[in-house]
């Protein structure tokens, strides 16, 4: 689909798929570009977006700007669109929200779940074209390399959906899935993950596990997949999450070939099954010992032994858009650090409610590793909560290991601003807390044994507080200059 086709959408209230997305996008000024130019999916797509829009952590040179739809690709005849949540301040737009609100919007959402429906095969525009076997998903689908030593090519924003084969609970996760053959997929299931242990208690019955995969959702869809256990446990299907954002329920449609069900707008759907036994190395088609660039920013190691999903047919829409993400970068710190940030606010509002201002999981450690905290200090009994909320924090996600404490007068998405008050409101000795020899997260490569002697295993941590805040008491010795209010579209300034 070219870009003059999409729709016209006047507000975010109207985005219910993709292509309202973007249609909504297109009418605001900087955040959709599209190009015409050929473009290989393998290398050259990830080359360019890292310019354009992908961003840190990815190495320079990198670019924050537009979602950008590659209208030509070589050898493909879909378009792909790429960055849609690259920026939060889309993010923001896209959900009806402000960047600053988002957490708070999240949260409301999550105190207010709406059960997904299921509509009819001619009510689900993912249906509109069926395609059986035989076909070949590496020749059908622009998936993308990011660099000349990843595994092979992927679907990055590929949403699998599942049911508990003992309870029939369902739940949606985003998966990084390589292409392995003509109708095969590997997936990295980080351990613990909810469809993982679907499959494998299909596995111990000797059964393989029906499975959906949606590529390009609606991006309320593919955020609210991302929250996490505590704050989303076995059991609690994340797409209700979805309906609350969009206060209308997500649309599921029964799948053409196995008994699963997917996302009834989505613009493209695999189907199939991961069958018991059945494993893959993950660099299979490169033989690279690379899979693709991880969250921290460094390349990630292609995993041994991979549950392989057998796709069984691909359905999809008149023209349909394939989606990725280019990095993991700023897109994924948004994808995930955003449900983090609506996660620890819900811990902290528990036990002290009003006091968190503001949160921001920050890109430097892709939404997971670092988070900066606002805190309202309203009393001299104040003291000393900040620190205890960024425990709370470190309690509701335990993969995160540096918190940035600051008051309420310091803007958390100005890095100038928190490296100020580091500055200024910060004596090492004094306003450092270490928490040493805490399990963390395998990806970091500072957390390793060889970096640091005082770290007995890969994974473990010093979890740190940074205490920018300052002392009550002190408060106004701290206080910053005071300007006149003013409203700058008043001043019509030109350049
Ligand atoms: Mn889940």
Not at 63 to 71: K, Q, T, V, W, Y
Not at 131 to 140: C, E, I, K, S, Y
Not at 179 to 205: C, M, N, T, W
């Amino acid at each position: 689909m070219l870009v003059t086709q999409l729709p016209a959408v006047d507000s975010a209230a109207e985005i219910c798929d993709l292509r309202s997305a973007l249609g909504f996008l297109k009418s605001i000024p900087g955040q959709l570009a599209w190009t015409e130019h050929p473009v290989d999916p393998r290398e050259e797509l990830a080359a360019v977006y890292k310019q354009v829009g992908a961003g840190s952590p990815l190495p320079p040179p990198v670019g924050s700007g537009p979602a950008l739809i590659f209208e030509n690709l070589k050898g493909f005849s879909l378009p792909v669109v790429a960055g849609l949540l690259a920026s939060r301040e889309r993010t923001a737009l896209l959900l009806r929200s402000s960047s600053a609100r988002l957490p708070f919007d999240l949260l409301e959402a999550l105190h207010h779940p709406l059960l997904p429906i299921t509509v009819s095969h001619a009510e689900a525009p993912c249906q509109e074209t069926i395609l059986r076997p035989p076909f070949d998903l590496r020749t059908l689908l622009p998936a993308i390399t990011h660099t000349s030593r990843d595994a092979g090519p992927y679907i990055t924003l590929g949403l699998l959906r599942a049911e508990d084969p003992e309870t029939g609970q369902a739940d949606v996760t985003i998966h990084r899935l390589c292409l392995q053959g003509a109708d095969r997929l590997s997936i990295y299931f980080v351990p613990g993950r909810h469809i993982d242990q679907f499959r494998a208690k299909a596995e111990a019955a000797g059964r393989s596990l029906p499975v959906s995969v949606s590529i390009g959702l609606d991006p309320a869809i593919y955020v609210a997949a991302c929250f996490e256990p505590p704050t989303t446990p076995l059991g609690l299907d994340e797409l209700t999450v979805a309906g609350a954002l969009r206060r209308r329920p997500v649309e599921l449609v029964d799948c053409v070939s196995v008994p699963a069900k997917a996302l009834a707008r989505a613009e493209i759907v695999l189907e199939g099954a991961i069958l018991p036994g059945d494993r893959i190395r993950e660099d299979a088609p490169s033989g690279s010992g690379c899979a693709m660039p991880e969250f921290p920013g460094y390349m990630g190691v292609a995993q041994p032994e991979l549950p392989v999903l057998r796709v069984t047919a691909v359905t999809h829409r008149r023209n349909p858009i394939f989606q990725t993400l280019v990095g993991p970068a700023l897109e994924h710190t948004n994808l995930t650090g955003i449900p983090t940030e609506a996660s620890i606010l819900r811990l902290v509002e528990d036990t002290m409610p009003g006091r968190l201002t503001g949160i921001y999981c920050h890109p430097a450690g892709g939404g997971k590793y670092l988070a900066i905290l606002q805190f309202r200090k309203l009393s001299p009994s104040d003291e000393g909560r900040p620190r205890q909320a960024a425990l709370a924090a470190f309690a509701a996600f335990p993969e995160l290991k540096h918190v940035i404490l600051v008051d309420d007068d310091v803007n958390i998405f100005d890095n100038d601003d928190v490296f100020w008050a580091m500055t200024t409101r910060y004596q090492g000795d004094a306003s450092t807390v270490f928490i040493p020899g805490v399990r963390c997260h395998p990806l970091d490569p500072s957390q390793a044994p060889e970096f640091s002697p005082f770290l007995r295993a890969p994974g473990l941590s010093c979890k740190t507080i940074f205490d920018c805040t300052v002392p009550y008491a002190m408060r106004d010795r701290f206080r910053r200059p005071e300007f006149m209010p003013v409203d700058l579209a008043e001043y019509e300034i030109r350049s």
